[in-house]
């Protein structure tokens, strides 16, 4: 990493200012080992494919009571994590490591499918959106990922009150979802910061709509997804989450998808599929 933006934590935050190109650089340097296991897939996503589903199987015996979330009209929402490109486009800096698991699982199409679902169905859909600004590169102190992010200029815009360069950015929408997102009628939260809700305004903009059930789906599974997750059942929320509609990294410390289903089937109130959750919303409507 160049010393032009070197992390937090008594640096230089001159240049906080990370533009295309560079990104590119940053990312294929952070890339080399999982490029040859995503070449081949980084296409167009589509369903998650039969070794997804095999690797990632449920128990057959399952050793936990088996619970579920029904939809009631009005009173159930859609929240969308990190819909950005810096998760799910090839384009972003973190496709050398999430680039597999968002292939795999379809992830991209299948946020799709369910925001469509959503709009067809008047159903609600808030976006839990990730930014950092020059301001957020001068924190203290940083945790693992936290850090990852702040170096590679992840999320990054020029400022709170700004919207230069924003438009094809690494903070920008999938292009895809613009069509959704920018319809007048989905929430844009405020950004979260580091990985769940409790320093954004999505618990009220929830509350002020009557919402108390979740269909959760997102970027990246074991850190915003389930951080969201977690924060909305200490809220008092019912949360299903769509476990092909989120992906994680792969990393030589572990596999972060493996790790969030595991934790979806302990603590969430439903666990499913995209074609699941699009024919119950379509059902409920």
């Not at 992390?7 to 560079?22: N, T, Y």
């Not at 808030?126 to 992840?154: C, N, R, V």
């Not at 476990?243 to 666990?271: C, H, Q, S, W």
Request: glycine share 8%; net charge negative; proline share 5%.
């Amino acid at each position: 990493m160049d010393h032009e933006h070197t992390p937090a934590c008594g640096c230089d935050v001159s240049l906080e200012r990370v533009d295309m190109a560079r990104r590119r650089l940053m990312m294929g340097a952070t890339s080399v080992a999982a490029a040859g296991l995503v070449a081949a897939s980084a296409g167009s996503a589509e369903a998650a494919s039969d070794e997804a589903r095999a690797l990632y199987a449920d128990p057959a015996e399952p050793g936990l009571p088996q619970v579920d979330m029904k939809i009631e009209p009005g009173h159930t929402a859609l929240v969308v994590t990190d819909p950005q490109i810096d998760f799910l486009s090839k384009d972003g800096v973190t496709w050398g490591v999430v680039g597999e698991s968002v292939t795999e699982q379809g992830t991209v199409d299948n946020i799709e499918r369910l925001f469509a679902a959503a709009k067809a169905a008047g159903m609600p859909v808030f976006i839990s959106p990730h930014y950092y600004y020059p301001h957020d590169h001068k924190w203290q102190f940083e945790g693992t990922l936290e850090k990852t992010m702040h170096a590679i200029g992840m999320f990054d815009r020029p400022g709170p009150l700004s919207l230069d360069d924003f438009e094809g950015s690494g903070a920008d929408w999938m292009p895809q979802y613009k069509q959704y997102i920018e319809d007048g009628e989905t929430v844009i939260c405020s950004p979260h910061k580091i990985y769940g809700p409790a320093q954004n305004d999505l618990n009220l903009q929830l509350r002020k709509r009557g919402i108390d059930k979740v269909i959760l789906a997102g970027m990246s599974a074991n850190l915003c997804t389930q951080a969201h997750l977690y924060e909305l059942l200490e809220l008092g929320f019912e949360v299903a989450v769509v476990r092909d509609a989120t992906a994680g990294a792969k990393v030589p410390e572990g596999d972060g998808y493996l790790a969030a289903i595991i934790n979806f089937r302990m603590v969430a109130n439903g666990v499913w599929w995209t074609d699941d959750a699009v024919q119950r919303i379509a059902r409920a409507a």
